[in-house]
């Protein structure tokens, strides 16, 4: 009965055949006893994804195992970043998940392990005497203030989960690296907002911080504002996902901090979030009635991560009124079934360069490798949302292109003037 639920699921994620490591014996047991349906699956991936990264990275020895392919026009970068960009990617995006409690159901004892492992790699991380010592910088390379975001973020996503539960040592430790990395200075770009959350963090636990990298954050973005719920990121606009991948995410929580400390004014944010609110409603609307939807811009192979506000609406249900989350939830499985098929992952486990499959590897900008991947995992902020809650236990919902191309009514799409 066992094996027979395993290969259930192994099915349905069409991965039978290629599971990223042998797991334990309870590992696997832990996942054939989920049950059925879209969380299921949603958990399931998560785990197949994160697994290859917090598995190694937990014995310190993630710069050991992990195959690390670089983009065909690699910019000649310090190629250490890879591996904090896949650890930090990967923890931006499954921290609510990580925060749920932890009980003896089977989806628990996934979220026990994973949540193990990755306090275990948070330690490997500033650990100097780790083989994992990440890559902070040399004052250099820039790309660390971006991965280092992403590990901030998810402090804030899971204080009590992934902070909290640091030993002083290893805080510190944290603190001292957040604080060396102002070294860096960001590009006039959305990486302003990579600045600005790292020093959010600092504030919302005490420390002090240079304010002047959160506010000349706040206000470079609020004048890239360009109407309808787009910012465009520096002086020119792009046509990207970049308002999925940080802009509007990282502005919302970047005041979300900062108002709460007195900051930052209340009206800052609410508008921020109605903007995030309105980008979303086009998100949804982005999703054919297949599980396609428009690959632009650059970072293609960043997939399902530029979903963020979407599915961040949705952890935080305040979700457009047009959109309902059972829709949200039903489109984007539709989706990542179409997108994680076995070839989507080498035999390994580890994620490939492109968007399908392993043969777009062309796909991948400059600045892209193996760990520059793992920013899709930003897809799986919807499961801090318990079993129960609506976005998974409502039943099947048609979303809007769903709905308009198989001649049903659908809502209307206007402007909006804030």
Known sequence: MQRRSFLRISSLLGLAGSLPFTRTEAAQKDISELPAGDRTYWVTLLDKIATPVLLNMSKGQLRKNMPVEYSATWDGRNKQVAYMEAFGRLIGGIAPFLALPV??????????????????????????QSPDYLFWGEGKTAQPLVDAAHIAQAFLYAPDALWKPLNEKTKQQYIHEFKTIRRIKPFKSNWLLFAAIIESFLLSIGEDIEASRIDNAIDQVNKWYVGDGWYSDGDQFHFDHYNGFVMHPMLVDVLRVNVAHGRRTSKEYEIAYKR??????????????????LVVGRSSTYRVGAFQPLVK????????????????????????????????????GWLTLGLVGDKQADLADYY?????????SLV?????????????????????????WSGKPFPKDYAVAY
């Open 103 to 128: 009980d003896n159901t089977a989806e628990g004892r996934v979220r026990a392990r994973l949540l193990k492992q990755t306090q275990e790699s948070l330690a490997h991380s500033v650990d100097p």
């Open 276 to 293: 995030m609110q309105r980008y979303a409603s086009f998100q949804e609307r982005y999703i054919s009635p297949e599980g396609s939807y």
């Open 313 to 348: 609406l949705a952890l935080e249900q305040k979700l457009p009124k047009e959109v309902q989350p059972a829709q949200v939830r039903c489109a984007l499985t539709k989706v990542m079934k179409r997108m994680f098929i076995p070839t989507t992952f080498t035999r390994s």
């Open 368 to 376: 892209s490798n193996t760990g520059s991947m793992y920013v899709t």
């Open 380 to 404: 799986f902020l919807a499961l801090g949302l318990p079993a129960t809650n609506e976005f998974w236990s409502a039943p099947f919902a048609e979303w809007t292109q769903l709905k308009a």
